[in-house]
């Protein structure tokens, strides 16, 4: 055993240009601000670079108006010798809906024609039919699996619930399994029993990915590790901590020196640093990056809310001038979830058990207003929830309407050709047809600036009909 622990060096999967700024500055940082800093990222020696995925695609067209494609494209022409990983939200991509199987294999091809090598799937239920088309996809196209198990709390959610769905995503074929920790839930103690529960039952690696909103990351990592994981998420210290990973340069000197060293040059890791040192201060300065979101959140804690959906229900109380509903609302949340099957909270579940939660206490009657969202998943849109709904908060929520029981993705036919029948007139590269698919109106809009910076116009001269009217 000592001698097969002198051979496990951690390995690290650095978040700086994906989840680190996503969490932080809410994906704002710009493709130009990544590329002078790639090579230096490639030379690190990281087991991969997650950069692509999430929010990011969202981010670029809507916010940054820049193609997301030519984004991962740029990267993979600098970034030679690491592999590059993305986030997916299986069977709901990168958008918030369900799409039809055929848009889900082709949105996999190109991501990994364009460059990505490790692809990460999660289902927000943790339903593995939301899955399954995307993992197949994903291996039919010579790609790395990695599904990620989405973690929480609830009477639902045992060592027994994590290890049955561990031994189903071997089962489907995955090449390696993340544990992923959105709310900054998991305790140091419970990480050192889940791993080696994990370790007994699956012979693929396990990835260990975290957020500091808690306050417990980085000990959470580090019993993870001793359990046996061997990949850490980790972020570069300017755009680490709080709401974002636990920081690389930290947990490469804490390991260093011991059966765990990573290998990593700490000199190298500071010339990066200082690199985005000032792209954080400059996010400071223009508001992007709220100085609340880097300290520890124990609430996150106290009600298994992640940090993001708190400062969504601050913003949604405001704007209805019920502030001091806040505690009323966060005492809610807990007893919506447990009428809707105990969903793990992140996206989009996260956003429909919290609206909710505001909607009974603001009418000050439990589902007198019920959102769209709500009926959605309480129906079976989004996949089975880790525990059924009973008949009499369907009643309430659905009425006498069925609720679906099969995959939702089995419900839909086949869309891709009529959505690029739609977009037809915007697309320059076939790329083009899957963000349109993913979000028509930000997409459209981004098609019509494009064509106009090209014929070097005023965007805002581009009307309805994509007529461009000259300067």
């Known amino acids: 055993m000592a001698e097969d622990i002198q051979k496990r060096p951690v390995k690290i999967t650095d978040t700086i240009l994906r989840d680190a700024h996503q969490s932080l500055v809410a994906t704002r940082m710009k493709t130009e601000d990544m590329l002078p800093i ?9 087991h991969s670079l997650e950069m692509w995925g999430g929010a990011t695609f969202d981010s670029c067209l809507r916010f940054l ?10 990267i993979r022409d600098v970034v030679k010798n690491t592999k590059l990983q993305m986030l997916l939200r299986g069977q709901n991509l990168l958008g918030y809906r369900h799409y039809a199987d055929d848009v ?6 190109k991501s990994i024609a364009n460059g990505i090598d490790i692809i990460r799937i999660f289902d927000a239920l943790n339903d593995i039919r939301n899955l399954e088309a995307a993992v197949k996809a994903t291996k039919k196209e010579k790609g790395h699996a990695q599904i990620a198990i989405s973690y929480t709390l609830s009477e639902a959610h045992t060592l027994d619930y994590y290890i049955n769905l561990a ?10 399994i993340c544990i992923k920790d ?47 994981a061997e990949i850490l998420d980790t972020a570069m210290s300017p755009f680490a901590m709080g709401t974002s990973q636990p920081a690389t340069e930290v947990l490469v000197e ?35 990056l709220n100085p609340k979101v880097l ?15 708190l400062s969504n229900l601050i913003s949604q109380l405001k704007q209805q001038g019920a502030e001091d509903k806040y505690y009323d609302v966060l005492q809610e949340i807990p007893r919506v979830r447990a009428d809707f099957g105990y ?9 429909i058990v919290g609206t909710q939660a505001v909607l009974n206490v603001l009418t000050g009657e439990r589902y007198k207003m019920i959102s769209n969202e709500s009926k959605a998943l309480v129906r079976g849109e989004y996949g089975r929830t880790p525990v059924p709904i009973t008949q009499e908060v369907q009643k309430r929520i659905i009425g006498d309407e069925e609720a679906i029981t099969c995959r939702p993705a089995d419900l839909l036919k086949p869309e891709l050709k009529e959505i690029e029948s739609q977009m037809k007139q915007y697309k320059e590269q076939d790329e083009d047809v899957l963000s349109y698919a993913l979000f028509p109106q930000v997409a459209e809009e981004f098609f019509k600036y494009r064509q106009a910076q090209k014929t070097k116009v005023d965007p805002n001269l581009v009307d309805q009909d994509n007529k461009v009217y000259p300067v």
């Open 295 to 309: 300290s520890v959140d124990i609430q996150t804690l106290l009600y298994q809310v992640p940090g993001g959906m």
């Open 182 to 228: 959105m709310a900054g839930l998991l305790l140091p103690y419970s990480a050192f029993e889940l791993v080696t529960a994990l370790k007994q039952t699956v012979k693929i690696p396990i990835c260990m990915h975290g957020h500091y909103t808690s306050g417990v990351a980085a000990m959470t990592y580090m019993k993870a590790i001793e359990a046996g």
């Open 343 to 351: 969903p793990p909270l992140v996206t989009p579940t996260s956003q």
């Open 254 to 288: 804490t390991f260093k020196g011991t059966p765990y060293d990573t290998g990593l040059d700490q000199m190298l890791l500071s010339e990066i640093a200082a690199y985005f040192r000032p792209l954080r201060d400059k996010a400071m300065e223009e508001g992007l």
């Open 38 to 46: 790639a090579q230096k990222l490639d030379e690190v020696g990281y």
């Open 65 to 74: 108006k820049e193609d997301p494609w030519e984004r991962l494209r740029k």
């Open 104 to 109: 889900v294999e082709y949105f996999v091809q």
């Open 167 to 176: 031994k189903q995503i071997e089962d489907m074929g995955a090449d390696s």
